[in-house]
């Protein structure tokens, strides 16, 4: 059995890399409300009382995590 491999034409690099990251994005990515929170507060609180926040505020299942805060923020700063 012989398989064929196609190849199909990638319009742009932000497609390619869509093709390739695997996982989900992380949550405050994908929520609005929890991203305008989080910048706000990470202008007057350390990550861990951000985290602690968001817990407070959305709840332990929809709030970031002290690490999740911490590589959301090391992303913005690229």
């Known amino acids: 059995m012989n398989r064929k491999k ?4 990638i319009s742009s ?5 869509g093709l390739h990251i695997r996982g989900k994005p992380p949550k405050i990515m ?3 409300e929890i991203q ?10 350390t ?10 505020r ?10 999740s805060v911490h590589r959301y923020w090391q ?3 690229k």
Do not use: C, H, Y
């Not at 196609?6 to 034409?9: G, L, P």
């Not at 305008?36 to 609180?45: C, E, P, S």
């Open 30 to 32: 994908i929520d609005p």
């Open 75 to 77: 992303a913005k700063q």
């Open 36 to 45: 305008g929170f989080v910048n706000d507060a990470l202008t007057r609180m």
């Open 13 to 17: 690099l932000a497609e390619w890399k």
């Open 6 to 9: 196609t190849r199909r034409a």
């Open 58 to 67: 959305f709840g332990p299942r929809r709030a970031p995590s002290r690490s």
């Open 47 to 56: 990550f861990q009382e951000v985290a602690d926040a968001a817990r407070e």
